[in-house]
């Protein structure tokens, strides 16, 4: 009985500790509000995946992207200087989306954070999303609009409309 009890205890505390992204987001987390907070902000279009993760992901039937290339179309905020950027996405155990949830040729607004250190993860002055919150929009070009959780009434907004009420 006592060891049971154990083996169950042991295997909540390591239920626990092995989920790596554990998000409630206490505040309004949709793209008009990160994006106000955020030092850089663009409309950009994605070039290639330039990096890719050793281990396989289930439910991924290609070898899973950890970073891709951007080209900036627009810097709405920020002292980016560079044309082109790479972002950094999940290898399994961040709150990170998967870069292979970006598709190369389509175009994002994004609100990225900047990576202040060179690390496994990443290298200083890339960036990289957080999934706790809404730092990105897929954009359809053709009619200018940008799609996902743009506030908490909305899940579309107008490039123009995003364009009048960003903060610079």
């Given at each position: 009985?006592?060891k049971?009890?154990?083996?169950?205890?042991?295997?909540?505390?390591?239920?626990?500790?092995?989920?790596?992204?554990?998000?409630?987001?206490?505040n309004?987390?949709?793209?008009s509000v990160?994006?106000?907070?955020?030092?850089?902000?663009?409309?950009?279009?994605?070039?290639e995946?330039?990096?890719?993760?050793?281990?396989?992901?289930?439910?991924y039937?290609?070898?899973m992207?950890?970073s891709?290339?951007v080209?900036?179309?627009?810097?709405?905020?920020?002292?980016e200087?560079?044309?082109?950027?790479?972002?950094?996405?999940?290898?399994?155990?961040?709150?990170r989306?998967?870069i292979?949830?970006f598709n190369?040729?389509?175009?994002?607004?994004?609100?990225?954070?900047?990576?202040?250190e060179?690390?496994?993860?990443g290298?200083?002055?890339d960036?990289?999303?957080?999934?706790?919150?809404?730092?990105?929009?897929?954009?359809?070009m053709?009619?200018?609009?940008?799609?996902?959780?743009?506030?908490k009434?909305?899940?579309?907004?107008?490039?123009?409309?995003f364009?009048?009420?960003?903060?610079?």
């Amino acid at each position: 009985m006592k060891k049971s009890i154990w083996t169950i205890i042991l295997l909540l505390i390591l239920a626990q500790s092995t989920y790596a992204c554990d998000c409630l987001c206490k505040n309004d987390c949709s793209f008009s509000v990160v994006a106000n907070e955020m030092e850089f902000v663009a409309l950009i279009k994605v070039i290639e995946y330039s990096d890719f993760l050793d281990e396989e992901i289930i439910g991924y039937d290609k070898k899973m992207p950890f970073s891709m290339t951007v080209e900036i179309i627009k810097q709405y905020k920020g002292t980016e200087s560079r044309k082109r950027i790479k972002i950094w996405g999940d290898d399994g155990a961040q709150c990170r989306p998967y870069i292979g949830e970006f598709n190369i040729g389509e175009c994002y607004l994004i609100a990225p954070a900047l990576i202040r250190e060179n690390s496994e993860l990443g290298r200083k002055d890339d960036y990289d999303f957080f999934s706790c919150w809404t730092d990105y929009m897929i954009i359809d070009m053709d009619k200018r609009i940008a799609f996902g959780e743009y506030s908490k009434n909305r899940n579309e907004i107008a490039l123009r409309e995003f364009e009048n009420q960003i903060k610079k």
